[in-house]
Nanobody, 115 residues
């Protein structure tokens, strides 16, 4: 039983920055993988970035070089630092965690980038 709670979403102008946080509760152990997905209006959900417990990261090509993902294993928390934001980044961002063989999802947080 794991609960994921996102925070940090909001409205920001193009070129600005925003930091998303996701805290996992209900487990005494660190997630093997944590990350972020997003769904823009009228589009399918897509992977944004992931990070393993050992620190290996993976980014979507569209955010490579602009976004940074990090985690604090002891707190079961993952962060997404978003810089040089574009209107195309506007979406609902979902936190994702894998504990063993089970996947968990947060409720999502809205990120809106104005032009």
């Amino acid at each position: 039983q794991v609960q994921l709670v996102e925070s940090g979403g909001g409205l920001v102008q193009a070129g600005g920055s925003l930091r998303l946080s996701c805290a996992a509760s209900g487990s005494f152990f660190s997630a093997t993988v944590m990350g972020w997905y997003r769904r823009a209006p009228g589009k399918q959900r897509e992977l944004v970035a992931t990070i393993t417990s050992s620190g290996s990261t993976n980014f979507a090509n569209s955010v490579e070089g602009r976004f940074t993902i990090s985690r604090e294993n002891a707190k079961n928390t993952v962060y997404l630092q978003m810089s040089s934001l574009r209107p195309e980044d506007t979406a609902v961002y979902y936190c994702y965690s894998r504990y063993g063989m089970r996947d968990y999802w947060g409720q999502g947080t809205q990120v809106t980038v104005s032009s």
